[in-house]
């Protein structure tokens, strides 16, 4: 069993999605090297050394993720532009890997506005 607190943010922002995530380790890892790890071959996640924001992916298609832990307190703190990499796009990325397409075919075609 895994115990997650998902705490999503309100911001006044006119786009980003900023989220943290706080769990309790059974296991003395390096979260950073795990993830990275994981998502080597994702080319839209970014891990990061520090704690990540949404100027940093504001129109963009990445997710930036960071995590630390102290003792076996878990942290990740993730952060997404949601008008580009929100549902839509991830619907665009869905259908490109079920049709055997490169995930990301479309995707830079997505406009930034506002």
């Known amino acids: 069993k895994i115990s ?24 003395d890892i390096d979260p950073i090297k795990v993830l990275k790890k994981h998502y080597e071959n994702d080319s839209f996640i970014r891990i990061r050394e520090k704690p990540v924001d949404i100027k940093s992916t504001a129109g963009t298609h ?25 549902a839509s796009s991830q619907a665009l990325v869905c259908a490109n890997l079920m049709c055997g397409f490169d995930e990301g075919m479309g995707i830079p075609t997505i406009s930034y506005v506002p």
């Open 4 to 27: 997650v607190n998902f705490v999503p943010h309100l911001i006044p922002a006119t786009r980003g999605e900023l989220v943290s995530v706080y769990a309790v380790l059974k296991k």
């Open 62 to 86: 990445f997710c930036d993720i960071f995590a630390s832990k102290n003792g076996n307190a878990l942290f990740v703190n993730s952060a997404i532009d949601n008008l580009l990499r929100g």
